[in-house]
């Protein structure tokens, strides 16, 4: 009896690792959740221009431009990168905050997701990643130092490997893992995870070859991304760097009518952007 509840709980392990190893794609990406669009900029009273990006590798990715009061490059942009759930249509409290500090915003679906076409994948988000910075600097107009990437939880990767690639004026994480496998590893702690690990977003080793200022947010009662992680991510960014602790639960934690948390992220951009210590067009009408 007692070999055979070994077999089976061999059996059970080996279960696991392989359905880890084989549908991690589906554990990390999850386009299907709440997949409806539930409203959109016009909602919240924004103005903004809907876009169709097309990627070098033939994606059409779905996003909105908002621009900035009644300019659209009032102070600066953000290019938007949300989490690995949900859609655009779920950011607007983003959105209305951006557009309160002066920023205009352009926000993506990766492909999967939304209305975008394609399958969603790591090199996939990078190259969407690289569309959207196509068309903030070639159409839209804007030069790389007056350019925010700010990552939301996984989209924090998709934002690191932009900012290594590229120089922008400034990068924000919100909420970001080190990596998929350190996560996987904290998460599942008697899987060989970093083994069977097919998904990188290595962010803890982009961050010592980034040199634009940077800004960690993360909570201490994210229950998802544990707070090390923030921790780890700012020791290894280089200087210029902030951290913003924030409260809340990882769902839960950004409450844009906290006046103290936006003040803040203003002080940031002031410092981090080149035109940020004067007042934005929008501030002034």
Same mark, same amino acid.
């Given at each position: 009896m007692l070999w055979s509840a070994l077999q089976i709980a061999l059996l059970v392990y080996l279960g696991l690792a392989a359905a880890i190893y084989f549908?991690?794609?589906?554990?990390?990406?999850?386009?299907?959740?709440?997949r409806g669009f539930r409203a959109s900029p016009a909602d919240i009273d924004l103005p903004f221009t809907s876009l169709s990006l097309a990627t070098a590798d033939g994606e059409i990715l779905?996003?909105?431009? %908002? @621009?900035?009061?009644?300019?659209?490059?009032?102070?600066? #942009?953000? !290019?938007?990168?949300?989490?690995?759930? =949900?859609?655009?249509?779920?950011?607007?409290?983003?959105?209305?905050?951006?557009?309160?500090?002066?920023?205009?915003?352009?926000?993506?679906?990766?492909?999967?997701y939304g209305r975008s076409s394609g399958t969603p994948s790591e090199e996939g988000s990078y190259?969407?990643?690289a569309a959207a910075w196509r068309h903030a600097t070639e159409v839209l107009g804007f030069t790389p130092g007056r350019i925010l990437l700010y990552g939301e939880s996984l989209g924090g990767g998709v934002a690191a490997q932009l900012a290594e690639a590229n120089r922008p004026g400034a990068l924000v994480l919100s909420s970001t893992f080190?990596? %998929? @496998?350190?996560?996987?590893?904290?998460?599942?702690?008697? #899987?060989? !995870?970093?083994?069977?690990?097919?998904? =990188?977003?290595?962010?803890?080793?982009?961050?010592?070859?980034?040199?634009?200022?940077i800004l960690?947010?993360?909570?201490?009662?994210?229950?998802?991304?544990?707070?090390?992680?923030?921790q780890r991510l700012f020791a290894a960014a280089r200087p210029p760097k902030q951290f913003l602790e924030i409260e809340?639960?990882?769902?839960?934690?950004?409450?844009?009518?906290?006046?103290?948390?936006i003040k803040q992220l203003d002080v940031f951009l002031?410092?981090?952007?080149?035109e940020a210590n004067q007042a934005p067009a929008a501030a002034t009408q």
């Open positions: 549908k991690q794609s589906s554990l990390v990406f999850l386009p299907e959740m709440d779905d996003g909105w431009f %908002v @621009p900035a009061g009644t300019t659209p490059a009032a102070r600066g #942009l953000v !290019i938007f990168f949300h989490g690995n759930a =949900g859609n655009i249509s779920h950011r607007l409290d983003h959105l209305r905050m951006f557009h309160d500090l002066g920023m205009a915003t352009l926000i993506i679906d990766y492909r999967g190259s969407d990643g080190t990596s %998929v @496998p350190d996560l996987g590893a904290d998460l599942y702690p008697v #899987l060989p !995870i970093r083994i069977l690990a097919r998904i =990188g977003y290595d962010t803890l080793a982009r961050l010592p070859q980034i040199s634009c200022p960690i947010i993360h909570s201490r009662n994210d229950h998802v991304i544990p707070f090390s992680h923030g809340g639960d990882h769902n839960e934690s950004f409450v844009f009518d906290n006046q103290q948390w002031r410092q981090a952007l080149p």
